[in-house]
Each structure stands twice: as structure tokens, then as C-alpha cells.
């Protein structure tokens, strides 16, 4: 289960542990998170282990206790997760929520072309996994600002720097400052999906909390809140997989 959405807030650290299922040894990264009513555990495929968000109060024995409880769930998890994505010749990558296949085109003289389904990287090979990365977080910056620009005039409410950043357990935030991070694997998500993330950020420019008033705002900016929040609930950690 993943915490969504969140206005930034300090995090305390706490020392990461391990669990044993099985002989199986499990590292388990612990968050710290004032805002949390309850202990929420995630599987982290690309690391193959665990991570426990703790409320405030809780200690490391008690949250590390949480996870052993349920490592047998979080192997099986593990164990089902699908293989990472490269980004190489011939790779299926979703844009814009469409399949994408990724080729190699060396004499090519733009970086990248999107067209047709097909999306055609150029230079050597050694640079296309690079290359490729660059142009979706470009296109992410592009989807976002302009969805920002727009739905933020609607409240006007003037927003701070848009950063886009590859977070794992969020995929948007605003600090008290107006200030807006967003995951550059949105673009990997339907466009309706991106939508609501950023229309869910901008909201908080007039609402810094999750109060009744502020999902008034999202529903003045976004129809999709509900099916958008289940999508990411079910496909959004398997952005995770790519590059």
C-alpha cells in the first residue's frame, strides 16, 4: 500500500532493519511519518525488500514486528513482482497511458521521435537508455507545467518552482511554500491519470490539508479523483519497473 499523496512535512530517520522468512533474508526500509494514523507496509521490488511507513510514537521494535507478521505476504509479493524494465532496442514502454515500442535509430539526427505507436531514439546504443530517460522527464515537465499553469489560474492561486523528481512513494507534492514536486513516471500513466495528479497538488495551493473543503477543490478541477486514485492503487507501483 502506498501513501499517494502528501504535503511535505520533516521526516525523522530511523535505522533499517531485516526480516527472516523462510531463510530468506528481507532488508526493510523504515519512513517515519507524522501524518500517518497507522503502520503501512509496502513491498520494493527493484530492491527486493520491505518498507514500513511508522507514525509518529511508534518504535523501530514494534514497527520491525509489523513487518515480520507479514512476511510471508511480503514474499509472495516479491516473488510475483515483475522483472525490471530496460530501455533498449525493441522495449515496450507505456507514453501517455499508450504502448510504445522503443528502436534504435543511429543515424537519426533529433534525440527522439514520437509517432505511430514507435518511438525512435538516435546516437550510439551504449546512450539510448540514457537518452530515452531524458525525453520522458522533458515530456513529463511539459505536461505538467501546462496542466499547472492552467488549473492554477482556475483557483488563482500563483504556485511556486515545478520540480520533477523519480520518487518512489509519491507521486506529487507542494510544500507550505507553493512550491510543486511531481514524479517524472506520470508520463508513463493515461493522460486522465496525470490530470488528477497534478489538479490533486494544485488544490493544495487553497488547501494545504485533506479537510472536506479541499476535496471541493479537486472535484472543481478533476472528475477522475476516484478512478484516478484506483488506477494508481493498481498499476502505479508497476511504473516503478521501467528504466
Same mark, same amino acid.
Request: one cysteine or more; aromatic letters at 6%.
Given at each position: 500500500?502506498?501513501?499517494?499523496?502528501?504535503?511535505?512535512?520533516?521526516?525523522? =530517520?530511523?535505522?533499517?532493519?531485516?526480516?527472516?522468512?523462510?531463510?530468506?533474508?528481507?532488508?526493510?526500509?523504515?519512513?517515519? @511519518?507524522?501524518?500517518?494514523?497507522?503502520?503501512?507496509?509496502?513491498?520494493?521490488?527493484?530492491?527486493?525488500?520491505?518498507?514500513?511507513?511508522?507514525?509518529?510514537?511508534?518504535?523501530?521494535?514494534?514497527?520491525?514486528?509489523? =513487518?515480520?507478521?507479514?512476511?510471508?505476504?511480503?514474499?509472495?509479493?516479491?516473488?510475483?513482482?515483475?522483472?525490471?524494465?530496460?530501455?533498449?532496442?525493441?522495449?515496450?514502454?507505456?507514453?501517455?497511458?499508450?504502448?510504445?515500442?522503443?528502436?534504435?535509430?543511429?543515424?537519426?539526427?533529433?534525440?527522439?521521435?514520437?509517432?505511430?505507436?514507435?518511438?525512435?531514439?538516435?546516437?550510439?546504443?551504449?546512450?539510448?537508455?540514457?537518452?530515452?530517460?531524458?525525453?520522458?522527464?522533458?515530456?513529463?515537465?511539459?505536461?505538467?507545467?501546462?496542466?499547472?499553469?492552467?488549473?492554477?489560474?482556475?483557483?488563482?492561486?500563483?504556485?511556486?518552482?515545478?520540480?520533477?523528481?523519480?520518487?518512489?512513494?509519491?507521486?506529487?507534492?507542494?510544500?507550505?511554500?507553493?512550491?510543486?514536486?511531481?514524479?517524472?513516471?506520470?508520463?508513463?500513466?493515461?493522460?486522465?491519470?496525470?490530470?488528477?495528479?497534478?489538479?490533486?497538488?494544485?488544490?493544495?495551493?487553497?488547501?494545504? @490539508?485533506?479537510?472536506?473543503?479541499?476535496?471541493?477543490?479537486?472535484?472543481?478541477? @478533476?472528475?477522475? =479523483?476516484?478512478?484516478?486514485?484506483?488506477?494508481?492503487?493498481?498499476?502505479?507501483?508497476?511504473?516503478?519497473?521501467?528504466?
Amino acid at each position: 500500500m502506498i501513501d499517494l499523496f502528501r504535503t511535505e512535512r520533516p521526516k525523522q =530517520a530511523m535505522e533499517d532493519g531485516t526480516i527472516d522468512v523462510d531463510g530468506r533474508i528481507i532488508p526493510v526500509r523504515f519512513r517515519v @511519518n507524522a501524518r500517518a494514523r497507522r503502520l503501512i507496509l509496502r513491498v520494493d521490488a527493484l530492491t527486493g525488500g520491505a518498507v514500513v511507513t511508522v507514525p509518529a510514537g511508534v518504535g523501530r521494535e514494534a514497527a520491525l514486528q509489523f =513487518a515480520r507478521a507479514r512476511g510471508v505476504w511480503v514474499l509472495e509479493r516479491l516473488d510475483k513482482a515483475p522483472p525490471p524494465v530496460v530501455f533498449e532496442d525493441g522495449v515496450i514502454v507505456p507514453f501517455l497511458g499508450a504502448d510504445h515500442v522503443v528502436r534504435h535509430q543511429p543515424g537519426q539526427r533529433q534525440p527522439v521521435i514520437c509517432g505511430e505507436g514507435k518511438i525512435t531514439v538516435g546516437g550510439q546504443p551504449e546512450h539510448l537508455s540514457r537518452r530515452f530517460k531524458t525525453w520522458l522527464r522533458k515530456q513529463a515537465r511539459q505536461q505538467v507545467e501546462n496542466r499547472v499553469i492552467r488549473l492554477s489560474e482556475q483557483v488563482g492561486k500563483r504556485h511556486g518552482r515545478i520540480s520533477i523528481r523519480d520518487t518512489r512513494s509519491r507521486w506529487g507534492s507542494c510544500s507550505s511554500t507553493g512550491a510543486l514536486n511531481f514524479s517524472w513516471r506520470l508520463v508513463l500513466a493515461p493522460e486522465w491519470v496525470l490530470e488528477y495528479v497534478v489538479a490533486h497538488e494544485v488544490a493544495h495551493l487553497v488547501e494545504h @490539508n485533506h479537510s472536506p473543503a479541499f476535496w471541493a477543490v479537486v472535484g472543481q478541477l @478533476n472528475d477522475d =479523483a476516484s478512478a484516478a486514485r484506483d488506477w494508481l492503487g493498481m498499476h502505479g507501483e508497476a511504473l516503478h519497473r521501467y528504466g
